[in-house]
Each structure stands twice: as C-alpha cells, then as structure tokens.
C-alpha cells in the first residue's frame, strides 16, 4: 500500500501552505528592513559629509568683502535669513509697525517706524535741547539701521561720523581710511562730519562684522568695544584682557552683539566713541563715571541741568540678568539655533524671542509657550507702568525747577534740583532707551527706576525749602 500524501485539502497541506507563506513574507520583510537600514546609513553618511562640509565655497571671500551678497552665495542659508530682518513685526510692548510716508528727495523712504515722540510727548520735555527730542522711533530691524540713521531729522544738529560705528558695516572703512590700522581709522572717522563719513560705508551691519572670512570664527571689529571691555575687566580685576584670545566662545556670542548695543558717549574734542566701563557695567557705576569727569552731553534746554543721554544699554543691563549668570548669550535667544537639514545654524533673522518662543525660549524652558509668553509681557507690562510713573515725576520735577527760576530761588537750591534732575533722568532713560522693556534684568531695572524716584523727591524737597526766618533781635530791658 502506498503513503498517503498530503495536499491543501488535508490538515499536513494546510500547514506546508502557511509555512510557505510565512516563509516569504519573512523573505520580504527581512528585504524590506534591509533596505531600509541600507537607506538610513546612507542618509546618516550624506548628513555627516554635509554637516563636515557646511558651505560650498563658490566665491572667494577676503577681509575687504563688505557686500553680505556676496558672502551669501557660500552661506544661503544665513544669508536668507539676514534678509528677513526686513520684516516689521510688532510684539506687545516692542518691534515696530510700518507707517506710509511720501518720498522725497530729501528723504526717499516710503515707510518709517511710529513716532515714540508722538506716542510719548513727555520724552521731548526729558530731553528738551537735544537732537533726540527731534525724531524719535520704534526700533526697526537691522535691514534699517543705516537707512534710518542717514534720514533721522535729527541732522538738523549736526552728527558725526562716529555713529557709524553702530548704524553701519564700518570695518573696511576704518582700514581704508587707517592704511590698514581699524583704530586709526577709527580715529579719523569719528571726527568726520557725517555726511562726510556716510561716503565710506554702503551697507548696514554685515557678515564682515562678527566673523572671520577665513575660519568663519566670531570676532570684534569695533575699536570702542576692544577698549571698552578691558576696562570693564581692570574694573573687575583682570588686567590687560584680550578679547580675541581670552574670551570662550559662549562669551563671544554675546560680545559681537555688545559692539553697538550698549552705552557710549563721544570723549573729548576728537568725539571719540568710548564705552563709559571703567568702573564697572552698572548704570550707577557708569553714571558715577560721568559725575567724576563733569561730563554733559548737552544743558536741559527748560531747566539748564547738565544732561547726559543714555544710547541702547542692552548689554549692560543683560548682564545684570538671570540669564547673563546661567550663561545665556544674546545670540541664544535672539539668534537661536535651527535645524536646516543636517546642517545647524544660527537663526540669522535677529528678532525678538517672543516670535519664535519655540526655539528661543523653549528650548530651556520645558512649559507652554502662553505661559512662557505671559511671563515675559508681565514683567514688561510691570516695567512699563513704573516708567510711567517715573516719567510724570521727572515732568513735575522739571516744573518745579522752571517755577523755582521764575521765582528767583536761590542757585544753591536750584542747582541741587538740576543735579536730582540729571540723575533721574538717567536712570529713566537707561530703562526707556534700553530694548527690552525689563525683560533683561527685572529687578535691576526696578531698582533704577525706584533711585530715579529717590533722586526726584531729593530735587522736590531742595526746591521746597524756605530760608530760615533769623532769630528776633532781644529787647533790651530799662
């Protein structure tokens, strides 16, 4: 008798069958895993040559290559980014929103920022006499800075050609203009009439700025911020500080943004740009810096105080920050890092992190953005209100002073208002001219603006005193 075979219709067949099935799917499994292994380590080795190799050099870039353009034909990436600083874009308390103006000749801008004058007319009495009290803007991205600072009517005063060291890519013009030496050119374009000056740069702020062409390293090229941070350090104990060869490179994501967005004023004659840190970073250090050389930017036009005006004391005030002391540079949280592809890059478009909450803030801060958003617009909302209240003290202040020259008080008086006046209105500036609407340092920017009270109460109690009546002449007795 035969074997019995098996076939599909008995239970034997019906195993074989699954077998083969199963048997090929796992084939086609195993086919497909691989493939996709396969796949992965090969888009892992593409993203790794990329990431060695991060630009194309397709145009050579030297030390005299100011037009961004051009650097932007080996960094597109960056370079589209850098373009987007065009854009106006408002937060709650800060940006800037385009108003619609016709052109002139005169000035051929078709659009401006708001008027902060208009916004606040209390701003032209704290600085009545001063070529701020003339124009005064929101602040416009770095796309503007050149084009606003060469059509501010504040030329109805005359500038000088030291502001473009923070309005302009001003590097290569100090080398030309130096033979080759930044500082002697530095020298000489400070003492420039400013029309003079604005022949010598073309762009605002560019690539050439803040990096190397070379390596790509970050680096300084502002002559005041070389000299100014020695003297911060001396003040702190460091003696002859080198930031090229001293600073981390954390550090230096912060000192290329310090080259212009800090306090400075013009020394000497020459109007040479100096950063006033020889005592230290703090507004009361600085100021206390200002008290000890008499120095006046200009005479209070209502009162005759001598008046200093603050600039943009971002850097300064960060530093008094949270964030300063964990560590946290500017470029952290305005220039972020972003994934493009394989590559990592810093977000080119310097904004303000509350529009891109998700990669400024949240990287850190592991908690909603609304929550992380409503933080910030509280401590800016609470800041605000307070210079509020500063401002119309400093206002009421300034009155007092014009009611006690029309009344003839006594100079002694008078000028320990003047003095309470100028201090004040420091401090208040420092907040208002300050970027950040508090944000930076909060508490530090509250203990201004409560010593801008101090000194403005001072001033009001000089101004209310009376003359001691003398002492009655004694009657003599028969």
Known sequence: M?????????????????????????????????????????????????????????????????DPSIWGKNFPLQYDLYQRTVDM???????????????????????VARSRLELDPRL????????????????????????DQTFTQRHQVQQYGNCMACHSSAYVAYKQLGDGDIFKGFDIMNQMPYEEARQYVEHPVSCIDCHDPETMELRITRPAFIEGIQVAKAAEGVDDYDVHTMATRQEM???????????????????????PWHQGLKADEVLDYFDALDFADWTHAETGAPMIKVQHPEFETWSQGIHARSGVSCADCHMPYKRVGALKISDHQVRSPLLNINNSCQTCHRVPENELKERAENIQAKTIEMTDVSMGALIDLIDGIKAGQEGNL???????????????????????????????????????????????????????ETEAEPEPEPVESE
């Open 2 to 66: 035969s074997e019995p075979t098996s076939d599909a219709r008995t239970p034997g067949g019906t195993r074989l069958k699954r077998f083969v099935w199963l048997a090929g799917l796992l084939v086609v499994v195993v086919a497909v895993a691989a493939f996709g292994v396969t796949a992965l380590l090969v888009n892992i080795f593409e993203r790794r040559q990329e990431a060695r190799e991060p630009f194309f050099r397709v145009v050579e870039i030297t030390d005299d290559t100011v």
């Open 89 to 111: 874009q408002r937060t709650r308390f800060g940006g800037s929103e385009a108003i619609p103006r016709t052109p002139t000749d005169a000035d051929p801008r078709t659009e």
């Open 124 to 147: 032209k009495r704290m600085w009545a006499g001063y070529p701020f009290a003339i124009d005064y803007r929101e602040a416009r991205g770095h796309a503007y800075m050149l084009e």
């Open 253 to 275: 994501r912060s000192f290329v943004c310090a080259q212009c967005h800090v306090e400075y004023y013009f020394k000497g004659e020459e109007r040479r740009l100096t950063f």
């Open 410 to 464: 006594p100079e002694t008086r008078l000028n320990e208002a003047r003095m309470a006046q100028r201090r004040a209105s420091f401090f208040i500036d420092w907040v208002e001219s300050e970027n950040s609407s508090g944000f930076h340092a909060s508490q530090e920017t509250a203990r201004l603006l409560f010593k801008a009270m101090d000194y403005i109460r001072q001033g009001q109690v000089a101004l209310a």
